[in-house]
């Protein structure tokens, strides 16, 4: 069982900056995918960043050049830096990690952007 622990959310002006943490439970080196999605009220959840354990990063056109995702192996944590926040960045975010051929979901953080 891993369990994944959110933290960093809060409200900001947009313009401003988050950095969002997620705590994993287990080594980070037995997930082959670590990511944030996030849910708007009143909207299906959305895929954020992704990262694997190799390769590319991959983000949602909405962030791109905004957002950062990036992990420290040693703290087994991932991190999730966002800048110039806009309003519509207004959600709850979820840490999710795909550990050992099982995917894991964090309790989320809300994210609240104004304008």
């Known amino acids: 069982q891993v369990q994944l622990v959110e933290s960093g959310g809060g409200l900001v002006q947009a313009g401003g900056s988050l950095r969002l943490s997620c705590a994993v439970s287990?080594?980070?080196?037995?997930?082959?995918?670590m990511g944030w999605y996030r849910q708007a009220p009143g909207k299906q959840r959305e895929m954020v960043a992704v990262m694997p354990s190799s390769g590319t990063s991959t983000y949602a056109d909405s962030v791109k050049g905004r957002f950062t995702i990036s992990r420290d192996n040693v703290k087994n944590t991932v991190y999730l830096q966002m800048n110039s926040l806009k309003p519509e960045d207004t959600a709850v975010y979820y840490c999710n990690g795909y550990c050992r051929w099982v995917d894991y979901w964090g309790q989320g953080t809300q994210v609240t952007v104004s304008s």
């Open positions: 287990a080594s980070i080196f037995s997930c082959s995918t």
